[in-house]
């Protein structure tokens, strides 16, 4: 194994020997050295670490390694440092909103703050309410004077105040002349009255505000939450978009359809619900803990030792139910590869028999899901009973250490009921934050999955000052180019050129990489050695717009959409007019059939077409080709599995279609390119002849082993027999 740096940067390559075949005649138009040359031969491959780097499943195991090493208390910590970085990258998304989230969380602050001033009210009342009358009479120990003992915060009074720091007496001589004390009572029962009114509303008008400012909250945040789903939904689809053939092949679609949807609705709905309501209790708990404080300072510890009691459990129920999250996700991504496999399969399921296989596979996948939803349901079930232990506890500690306060009358037990009663709501509010705590675990388990399919990097990018490329003009030009499928060689040195105008045809065993070759021409790949220029230009100096607007493709496997015929055929042109489409289904060969639809061209086709034929599926193929008119046409044999009737309509649509362009086609059977102005054997990643039909069946070499195998299973007239004028119609 050794290394070199190419265009595209540092990749690794492997050595390999290869056996020499028998040596082929030299073309005098092309020199191909024997393969006994290439023995030993460097061939380019990715390095494992590029590789890994687009695979979804290994980023998921390396995240699940990275949280098993986390040691001491970062441990507890709901992310880490590496996680950090990855969610930072999801931030960006929330940033357009800020403002909306700080009038969010202004409101969630006001709520709470509101929430803390109904129980200073409620305190408040509570002592003029039950503080005893306004004015009593006692009898001084040991003699007969009497005093007056009137409630009053008034500083002008008498000396002697006692109580507490808003309950204070006053105390006067008792004069029965002047001091009427029922009358003093009676009036102050009328002020008390009053002000248990106003209590009352004043705690209405606080807990409207409250209320108000949570719903203000919700409808903000949720608005917010679901404008940042809808926004990573569209980045997300924009980077699997943008990803290559390679990301492709290493991860399953139903992995990518399973984060764009199961693990982005899991995140959304935890940012609208869930979210939500940590925020509100979180601050409410705060509030509510300050004003206990505030009241009595002395509780400052009991308060800490229930703070401390809670939150450590629930981090470690967490970061369980987390693990068993993940698993969930994993058996809901298994879930979606078996429908879609299904599904897309029924046909084959059907022929074979495999109904109750598909059955049984399901039914694993399903159980397996159950499970491991259902072992993190019982850890999120456990939290909220371990918070209402908590809380008993811390209240219990309130009790003991606030009620020793009202023996020694050190507050009174008005206030003591009401630090009480706010203890209590404070526990409420934190174990809503502990029952929330599981859903914060599995948001996260889900922006772990997503921030992974972000993360992954294309190995097909524009360079930075990438252009236009310029209209085709002159010639193609495949220049010692290399290729590798993972670590297995597919490409070895190919050269040859494509003069414009002209037709070549790639032939060759299964395996021999027609299609590899012919996928880099696109950059659906890039190559891993050599270049391919048109022009002159590197394609990888352009940019992939105006690169890919000059190349059509028609596929052996026609891919159309569940759309109407219209705008399958007007893919990729969304501003050609009602006839230009009909004008290329006219050439097509599909207007006719189109007609007989029962909307014509606005029929919906179905998923990939199959309401209709096969050969009519590849006549809208070819008529999408037409109608984007690319100099450049890529042709994968569209006709190898079609009926006569269908194969001749498709064959004369072809003829049209290659008419005056620079073609390259793929072919499966000869006939179809005899007339081809070039013919390019490849066997083993190599070009090992090239050369017209008539050159190439005069060599002896493997071109014409394949010819006479496939006329002769043909039952065709042998090759020399064979008219050097067929056409694509021939066949």
């Known amino acids: 194994m050794c290394r070199v740096t190419t265009a595209d940067g540092e990749h690794a390559f492997l050595n390999e020997e290869e056996k020499k075949p028998p040596s082929e005649p030299a073309s005098p138009s092309d020199s191909i050295p024997p393969r006994a040359a290439d023995a030993g031969e460097a061939v380019p491959v990715l390095r494992e670490e590029e590789l890994l780097k687009l695979d979804l499943a290994e980023l998921d195991r390396q995240h699940e390694e990275r949280l098993k090493k986390r040691k001491g208390l970062s441990r507890f910590l709901p992310v880490g440092g590496n996680e950090l970085k990855a969610y930072a990258s999801l931030l960006r998304f929330v940033k357009p909103y800020r403002l909306a989230l700080m009038a969010s969380f202004l409101m969630a602050l006001i709520g709470a703050g509101f929430l803390g001033l109904q129980f200073r009210i409620l305190d408040h009342g509570l002592q003029q309410i039950l503080g005893g009358p306004a004015g009593e009479v006692h009898t001084l120990p040991g003699t007969d004077q009497k005093i007056v003992v009137r409630k009053s915060t008034d500083d002008s009074l008498l000396p002697g105040r006692q109580g507490g720091k808003d309950q204070e007496y006053a105390v006067?001589?008792?004069?029965?002349?002047?001091?009427?004390?029922?009358?003093?009572?009676?009036?102050?029962?009328?002020?008390?009255?009053?002000?248990?009114?106003?209590?009352?509303?004043?705690?209405?008008?606080?807990?409207?505000?409250?209320?108000?400012?949570?719903?203000?909250?919700?409808?903000?945040?949720?608005?917010?939450?679901?404008?940042?789903?809808?926004?990573?939904?569209?980045?997300?689809?924009?980077?699997?978009?943008?990803?290559?053939?390679?990301?492709?092949?290493?991860?399953?679609?139903?992995?990518?359809?399973?984060?764009?949807?199961?693990?982005?609705?899991?995140?959304?709905?935890?940012?609208?619900?869930?979210?939500?309501?940590?925020?509100?209790?979180?601050?409410?708990?705060?509030?509510?803990?300050?004003?206990?404080?505030?009241?009595?300072?002395?509780?400052?510890?009991?308060?800490?030792?229930?703070?401390?009691?809670?939150?450590?459990?629930?981090?470690?129920?967490?970061?369980?139910?987390?693990?068993?999250?993940?698993a969930g996700q994993k058996g809901m991504e298994g879930i979606y590869r078996i429908l879609s496999e299904a599904f897309t399969g029924q046909r084959i399921v059907k022929a074979f028999g495999g109904e109750k296989h598909e059955s049984r596979r399901f039914e694993r996948a399903n159980r397996e899901y159950y499970k491991s939803t259902m072992r993190a349901r019982r850890m999120k079930s456990l939290t909220e009973p371990l918070v209402q232990i908590v809380g008993a506890l811390g209240t219990s500690l309130l009790i003991i250490v606030g009620g020793e306060q009202v023996l020694q009358q050190s507050i009174p037990p008005e206030k003591f009921f009401v630090m009480v009663l706010a203890l209590t709501r404070a526990m409420g509010s934190l174990r809503m934050i502990g029952k929330n705590t599981t859903d914060y675990q599995l948001a996260l388990s889900s922006a772990d999955r997503i921030s992974a399919m972000l993360e992954t990097r294309s190995e097909i990018e524009e360079k930075a000052g990438a252009v236009n490329l310029p209209p085709f003009s002159s010639e193609i030009s495949f220049e010692q180019v290399q290729f590798s499928h993972a670590r297995r060689p597919t490409l070895r040195k190919v050269t040859f050129k494509v003069l414009k105008g002209n037709k070549v045809a790639l032939v060759g065993p299964s395996g021999a990489g027609k299609s590899t070759l012919v996928d880099l021409l696109p950059r659906f790949y890039d190559v891993l050695g050599g270049r391919i220029t048109i022009d002159g230009i590197d394609i990888r100096d352009v940019t992939l717009s105006s690169l890919r607007a000059q190349i059509g493709i028609v596929a052996q496997e026609t891919i159309l959409f569940h759309d109407t015929v219209r705008n399958n055929i007007g893919y990729g042109r969304s501003e050609a007019t009602p006839q230009e489409v009909e004008n290329a289904a006219r050439a097509a060969h599909a207007h006719e059939f189109i007609m007989k639809l029962p909307k014509g061209y606005d029929t919906e086709i179905g998923e990939r077409g199959f309401k209709l034929s096969g050969g009519e599926r590849q006549r809208l193929s070819i008529a999408r080709a037409l109608l984007s008119n690319p100099p450049i046409l890529i042709l994968d044999e569209a006709t190898s599995s079609l009926d006569s009737e269908s194969e001749r309509l498709v064959q004369e649509a072809l003829d049209r279609l290659i008419q005056n362009r620079t073609v390259l086609v793929i072919a499966h059977r000869l006939a179809t390119v005899l007339d081809a102005d070039r013919i390019i054997i490849l066997d083993q990643g190599r070009k090992v002849e090239a050369g017209t039909h008539e050159e190439l069946l005069s060599r002896n070499g493997l071109y014409r082993r394949l010819h006479e195998l496939q006329f002769q299973q043909d039952d065709s007239p042998p090759p020399e027999s064979v008219p050097p004028a067929a056409s694509l119609k021939g066949s």
């Open 172 to 326: 006067e001589p008792y004069d029965p002349s002047s001091t009427d004390i029922a009358r003093i009572n009676e009036a102050d029962r009328g002020n008390r009255r009053r002000g248990l009114w106003l209590m009352a509303a004043a705690l209405i008008l606080f807990v409207a505000v409250e209320g108000g400012c949570k719903y203000a909250q919700g409808v903000i945040a949720g608005s917010v939450s679901r404008k940042v789903v809808m926004d990573l939904r569209m980045a997300m689809f924009h980077h699997l978009l943008s990803m290559s053939a390679r990301f492709y092949q290493r991860n399953h679609s139903a992995s990518l359809v399973s984060r764009v949807t199961h693990d982005l609705n899991t995140l959304g709905n935890f940012m609208t619900d869930s979210l939500v309501r940590v925020i509100r209790e979180l601050l409410s708990f705060i509030a509510l803990i300050l004003y206990i404080v505030w009241q009595q300072g002395a509780f400052i510890l009991a308060v800490a030792v229930v703070i401390g009691l809670a939150i450590f459990p629930l981090q470690i129920l967490s970061r369980r139910a987390r693990v068993q999250f993940k």
